[in-house]
């Protein structure tokens, strides 16, 4: 691959100047190609030297990425008072990104986005998000979750070249309730387990028909995925017997579960992705968080065939494709998704707006802010908070290209409008989990939209997104 300049100087006579381009700029230069699509499908290296070069790599990797969130966030515990989940873990509160030095959000506010640009002030931890070793990627899944699936399966998904990379406070609560459609009178029907193959059955017989509980069972199904495998080109210490769907949709939700979107080269455009709930698939119509795929049925294909495997049929294929019947299998898994409901909330109407004898007058405040100044009504529509489209909120007017740990700061490109109701139980946010708080969302969104909210209406704002 031919890089913009070459490796000589490169003079530019009418300015008398002289530009000296060496290797290590080269190094740092964004290529907007890259020299193939394909992966290496035969690696001669011996898998036990990849294995221990990776480990001794280990700690490098980390401690590089650790030093960008800390660069970027307050990664602490400050949980708000009297705010949880539905299982009754703590919801994290308060502006988590760091701000440049000098400048304060509201004088942020007030700049233009090329101004922001130009100077160089748009904050870290409003760009995209790197996973924690973008040149490697795959699966990561955080270690609560490990621990469960080894304590009831024996399936071990540790990586042996990268651990998980927020802290467990920072993510959804685990293991996640469950409601059903179906079933609003019986509330959470997980009982508060972590659903597997072991207990499927146990939870589920009698509640759902047999078509519903076939697609479940296949839900909680290992299968090969490139980083857990039986070949030897795999991440996992010993052959692996693969991830489930549920692995990363932990009962149908989230635990911030990440990986790369599989259809995006070179390696370095490719987005971080954290897994999204399931929650309220039924009336969704877009799936992916930027793929704009048009059914459910249509995504879980993807998911097994593709993204499972990095976008590459022939690795796929080496490491042992899934391939579902799309007229049974795929059906059925289809069927038990859209059967996932939002959690409960008592302060909404049908129509999905505040009873206003329920709320109080800060979430009333909020709610009138959504649908006025805030401009989030213009994406986000009740009673779901979603409009089912996608949108480009051109975040790159803010900040000049460059490469970090591996990963372009470059354009998102268009994303789905995801909804809103149950919110506050899906941290981290925007498709890469770059937000780690619904303060630092609202401070996002304020610049992207360059609405000037004041620090009550902001407050108010985040109180409204709460009881959804």
């Known amino acids: 691959m031919k890089p913009f300049w070459g490796r000589q100087h490169v003079a530019i006579a009418a300015m008398g100047l002289c530009l000296v381009y ?82 304060t959000w509201d004088s942020l506010a007030a700049m233009s986005p090329e101004a922001i640009r130009d100077k160089g002030l748009f904050p ?16 990561l ?56 193959l072991m207990n499927v059955q146990e939870l589920f017989n009698g509640i759902l028909n047999p078509k519903q509980l076939e697609g479940l069972r296949l839900l909680v199904t290992p299968f090969p995925q490139q980083q857990f495998n039986q070949t030897a080109d795999r991440r996992s210490e010993l052959p692996s017997r693969g991830v489930t769907c549920f692995d990363c ?39 992916g968080s930027q793929r704009a795929l048009k059914t459910v049925e249509d995504f879980t294909e993807f998911e097994q065939r593709a993204a499972y495997f990095d976008g590459d049929p022939v690795i796929a294929t080496k490491k042992g494709v899934n391939v579902l019947e799309r007229g049974s299998q795929v059906h059925f898994m289809a069927e038990f998704q859209a059967l996932l409901d939002f959690p409960p909330a008592p ?10 004898k329920k709320a109080t007058e800060s979430e009333l405040r909020g709610q009138a802010l959504f649908f006025g100044k805030a401009q989030c009504s ?7 908070y979603t409009d089912n489209l996608m949108h480009n909120l051109r975040a790159e007017r803010f900040y000049k290209p ?24 899906s941290p981290p946010y925007l498709h890469d989990g770059r937000l780690l708080t ?24 985040v109180s409204f997104m709460r009881v959804l």
């Open 347 to 356: 302060k909404l109407r049908f129509d999905g707006k505040l009873d206003p």
């Open 124 to 139: 870290g931890g409003l760009m995209p998000l790197p996973h924690p070793n973008h040149p490697e990627g795959g699966m």
């Open 22 to 103: 060496s290797e290590a700029a080269h190094a740092q230069e964004i290529q907007e190609r890259g020299r193939t699509s394909y992966m290496p499908l035969d690696q001669t290296e011996p898998f036990a030297d990849v294995m221990a070069r990776m480990k001794a790599e280990k700690p490098k990797v980390t401690a590089r990425h650790q030093q960008l969130l800390n660069q970027r966030y307050d990664l602490g515990n400050r949980p708000a008072r009297g705010l949880t989940m539905s299982r009754g873990k703590a919801v994290q509160e308060g502006v988590r990104v760091k701000l440049p030095q000098g400048v």
């Open 402 to 425: 460059r490469l970090v740990n591996g990963a372009v700061m470059g354009a998102d490109g268009p994303i789905k409008t995801f909804p809103l109701r149950g919110i506050k139980e």
């Open 378 to 384: 213009v994406c986000h529509l009740p009673p779901y």
């Open 438 to 461: 619904l303060e630092d969302t609202v401070e996002f969104f304020n610049l992207m939209l360059e609405t000037r909210l004041n620090e009550q209406e902001k407050k108010d704002l």
């Open 249 to 287: 949709h932990v009962n149908g939700h989230s635990n911030g579960a990440t990986h790369l979107v599989g259809d995006i080269r070179p390696q370095e455009f490719r987005h971080r992705i954290e897994t999204p709930t399931l929650r309220g698939v039924n009336i969704q119509r877009l799936f």
């Open 141 to 196: 899944f955080p270690r609560f979750h490990i621990e469960e699936i080894k304590r009831q399966e024996g399936r071990d998904l540790t990586r042996f070249d990268l651990d998980f990379d927020l802290p467990d406070h920072l993510l959804p609560e685990f293991p996640p309730p469950i409601f059903l459609t179906t079933r609003p009178d019986l509330g959470d029907v997980s009982q508060g387990k972590l659903v597997t």
